[in-house]
Protein backbone atom coordinates (compact mmCIF):
# COMPACT_ATOMS: atom_id res chain seq x y z
CA UNK A 1 0.00 0.00 0.00
CA UNK A 2 3.05 2.00 0.89
CA UNK A 3 4.37 1.64 -2.64
CA UNK A 4 1.32 2.53 -4.14
CA UNK A 5 0.84 5.75 -2.29
CA UNK A 6 4.07 6.46 -3.20
CA UNK A 7 3.57 6.14 -7.07
CA UNK A 8 0.14 7.98 -6.89
CA UNK A 9 1.53 10.81 -5.34
CA UNK A 10 5.04 11.01 -7.39
CA UNK A 11 2.41 10.54 -10.25
CA UNK A 12 0.86 13.71 -9.02
CA UNK A 13 3.95 15.41 -8.80
CA UNK A 14 5.03 14.89 -12.03
CA UNK A 15 2.25 16.33 -13.61
CA UNK A 16 2.81 18.97 -11.45
CA UNK A 17 5.70 19.78 -12.99
CA UNK A 18 5.08 19.20 -16.54
CA UNK A 19 1.24 21.64 -16.27
CA UNK A 20 3.60 24.15 -14.85
CA UNK A 21 6.28 24.04 -17.60
CA UNK A 22 8.91 23.14 -14.42
CA UNK A 23 10.11 20.41 -16.65
CA UNK A 24 10.84 22.89 -19.91
CA UNK A 25 14.47 23.82 -19.57
CA UNK A 26 13.65 26.86 -21.66
CA UNK A 27 10.94 28.18 -19.21
CA UNK A 28 13.45 27.89 -16.57
CA UNK A 29 16.21 29.18 -18.08
CA UNK A 30 13.63 32.45 -19.08
CA UNK A 31 12.44 32.63 -15.33
CA UNK A 32 16.33 33.01 -14.28
CA UNK A 33 16.40 35.14 -16.94
CA UNK A 34 15.77 38.23 -15.42
CA UNK A 35 17.44 41.00 -17.57
CA UNK A 36 16.11 39.05 -20.81
CA UNK A 37 13.34 37.25 -21.61
CA UNK A 38 12.15 36.98 -17.97
CA UNK A 39 9.19 34.50 -17.26
CA UNK A 40 7.44 35.24 -13.93
CA UNK A 41 5.16 32.49 -14.09
CA UNK A 42 7.21 29.99 -12.33
CA UNK A 43 7.31 32.33 -9.33
CA UNK A 44 3.57 31.58 -8.83
CA UNK A 45 4.14 28.23 -9.33
CA UNK A 46 6.72 28.19 -6.49
CA UNK A 47 4.55 30.31 -4.43
CA UNK A 48 1.44 28.21 -4.61
CA UNK A 49 3.31 24.78 -3.85
CA UNK A 50 5.11 26.87 -0.63
CA UNK A 51 1.50 28.04 0.60
CA UNK A 52 0.58 24.26 0.32
CA UNK A 53 3.21 22.81 2.00
CA UNK A 54 3.48 25.88 4.85
CA UNK A 55 1.08 24.10 6.98
CA UNK A 56 1.97 20.45 6.81
CA UNK A 57 5.45 21.33 7.04
CA UNK A 58 5.27 23.51 10.17
CA UNK A 59 3.20 20.44 11.99
CA UNK A 60 6.06 17.95 11.10
CA UNK A 61 8.92 20.60 12.65
CA UNK A 62 6.67 21.29 16.07
CA UNK A 63 5.68 17.44 16.50
CA UNK A 64 8.15 15.21 18.57
CA UNK A 65 8.09 12.52 16.64
CA UNK A 66 6.47 13.54 13.08
CA UNK A 67 4.97 11.43 10.88
CA UNK A 68 3.96 10.60 7.09
CA UNK A 69 0.15 9.70 6.63
CA UNK A 70 0.69 6.37 6.63
CA UNK A 71 2.90 6.31 9.92
CA UNK A 72 6.33 6.08 8.50
CA UNK A 73 8.82 8.26 10.80
CA UNK A 74 10.09 11.33 8.93
CA UNK A 75 13.47 11.58 9.96
CA UNK A 76 14.35 15.85 9.99
CA UNK A 77 17.94 16.88 9.50
CA UNK A 78 19.64 17.94 12.65
CA UNK A 79 22.12 20.19 11.10
CA UNK A 80 20.92 23.01 11.29
CA UNK A 81 24.15 25.20 11.01
CA UNK A 82 24.84 27.66 7.56
CA UNK A 83 28.17 25.86 6.88
CA UNK A 84 30.49 25.99 3.78
CA UNK A 85 29.58 22.62 2.35
CA UNK A 86 25.67 24.10 2.55
CA UNK A 87 26.92 27.44 0.59
CA UNK A 88 29.02 25.02 -1.82
CA UNK A 89 26.02 23.01 -2.21
CA UNK A 90 23.66 25.41 -2.83
CA UNK A 91 25.92 27.43 -5.31
CA UNK A 92 26.61 24.47 -7.25
CA UNK A 93 23.40 23.16 -7.37
CA UNK A 94 21.85 26.96 -8.49
CA UNK A 95 24.78 26.74 -11.07
CA UNK A 96 23.98 23.51 -12.70
CA UNK A 97 20.06 24.79 -12.73
CA UNK A 98 20.78 27.75 -14.39
CA UNK A 99 23.23 26.14 -17.00
CA UNK A 100 21.02 23.38 -17.68
CA UNK A 101 17.53 24.50 -17.08
CA UNK A 102 16.73 21.31 -15.03
CA UNK A 103 16.85 19.72 -11.70
CA UNK A 104 17.04 16.26 -10.71
CA UNK A 105 12.80 15.64 -10.31
CA UNK A 106 12.35 17.65 -13.62
CA UNK A 107 15.14 15.64 -14.95
CA UNK A 108 13.36 12.24 -14.73
CA UNK A 109 9.81 13.88 -15.80
CA UNK A 110 11.66 14.67 -18.99
CA UNK A 111 12.31 11.21 -19.84
CA UNK A 112 9.17 9.96 -19.47
CA UNK A 113 8.21 12.94 -21.91
CA UNK A 114 10.90 11.23 -24.30
CA UNK A 115 13.60 13.68 -24.18
CA UNK A 116 16.79 11.06 -23.86
CA UNK A 117 19.16 13.83 -24.37
CA UNK A 118 18.40 14.52 -20.34
CA UNK A 119 20.35 11.40 -19.62
CA UNK A 120 23.51 13.93 -20.28
CA UNK A 121 22.41 15.63 -17.07
CA UNK A 122 21.27 12.70 -15.17
CA UNK A 123 25.18 11.06 -15.62
CA UNK A 124 26.24 14.48 -14.39
CA UNK A 125 24.39 14.59 -11.14
CA UNK A 126 25.10 11.05 -10.37
CA UNK A 127 28.75 11.44 -10.90
CA UNK A 128 28.87 14.62 -8.66
CA UNK A 129 26.88 13.05 -5.65
CA UNK A 130 29.32 9.95 -6.62
CA UNK A 131 32.37 12.63 -6.40
CA UNK A 132 30.60 14.09 -3.45
CA UNK A 133 31.09 10.39 -1.54
CA UNK A 134 34.72 9.96 -2.13
CA UNK A 135 35.20 12.71 -1.03
CA UNK A 136 33.46 12.84 2.06
CA UNK A 137 34.54 9.44 3.15
CA UNK A 138 30.63 8.26 2.58
CA UNK A 139 27.37 9.15 4.13
Given at each position: MKNFAAFIFGGVFSLGLML?????????????DI??????SLMFVMGGAVMLAFIPFQKVVRAAS???????LIELPRNTQIDKKLLLGGALFGIGWGIAGICPAPALTLIGLGHYEVFYFIV???GGMWIYHK?????
Open positions: SGMSNPEKVLNFLFGTWDAPKTLLGEAMLMSGGY
